[in-house]
């Protein structure tokens, strides 16, 4: 059954050139469908979305591992988006759709690059039309990762900052399969904006530049295989008492910010929606332009800080195709322009990476030190285990 949807009253309209002007009633109460749930992001947003009065929120995803039971207004559907019927009647339901669906994990770029292709455009472009028909407000996560390479201006200088509205997006050649994943989504935000400009849809693109926090990604050989992101990658081995391992010398930038400072820029977007239609917008930290090697150096503090006893760990290099395989490629810097945000939202990160650690550390410590210690063993009692 379909919310009722109040008429619209007198608001803001939308200045953006060549969208449509569509006012919608502040008053009017909204059903939250949040795609992709129970992942990381999700596993932060949703309880946010849940302390809000009179919240109305549909969880769905495959799994609800990481989210907390028992949040009030928030409803589970355990269900893949490729399921039949699924987006259906998602759309028909809620008046606002979160999609943080995705497999963004570089590992996966140039080793399962058709299934990345296919969770990162092909089974979200129904949802797009879906909600171009239906009228609902689309909040779509894409990724830093469409501006490619390096921060190029239109003419093909190279610029400091990765500009929404400015910076081309260059990717690196065919064979280089680890652009499969941005490639992917620059397709899918170029679908959504079409179906904004010339159907339309009511739509904000968030670009994310390294969210991190605790709940992030897996530990291989205790609840996933293969190899995590970055930073539960140097987890792992931390737990483990193994050398973290720089690719390519961990000389590649990035300005990483804290989860729950993102999770607070969604709110800005959820509740501005007059201002936010027909952008998009990147969400990162400036100020935490860091490279991967200091990343380790300044986890390996944080760690030490609460297992003063734990073995002082190497880090030791290897080249990208050793680590990844080949076709694997990557950019060095990534320094996002926040211009907009601060424009559009009145919001700006101020948390330092050094003070983001020490809670992500005592988060993989609560959740994973004794069960990284039982496997460990049991790795040794039988050393065919995986």
Known sequence: MRPKVSAPTDGQRSSRPGFANVTRSPLAPSRIAILGAG???GSHLVPALALRPGARIVAIDVAFDKLPF???GVERVQASIKDRGVLDAITARADIVISLTAMCNPALYNTRPLEVIDASYTDLVPLVKLCAERKRRLIHLSTCEVYGRRALRADGRPSRRMDEDRTALCLGPIHRERWTYAAAKQLLERVIWAYGRHRGLEFTV????NVIGPRMDFIPGVDGQGIPRVLAAFMHALLTGEDLVLVDGGRQRRSFLYVDEFVNALLHIIDRPEPCRGQIINLGNDKNDVSIRTLARSL???FLAQRPNARV????????AAFYGEGYDDSIVRIPSMAKAVRLLGWRPHMPLTQMLPPIVADYLARYESRVARHTRARV???GLP
């Not at 760990?313 to 990208?320: D, N, S």
């Open 70 to 72: 028992g949040l009030p």
């Open 313 to 320: 760990p190497r880090l030791r290099t290897l080249t990208a």
């Open 39 to 41: 992942g990381f992001i």
């Open 381 to 383: 009692l039988a050393p």
């Open 206 to 209: 968030v670009r994310p530049f």
């Open 300 to 302: 390996v503090c944080a």
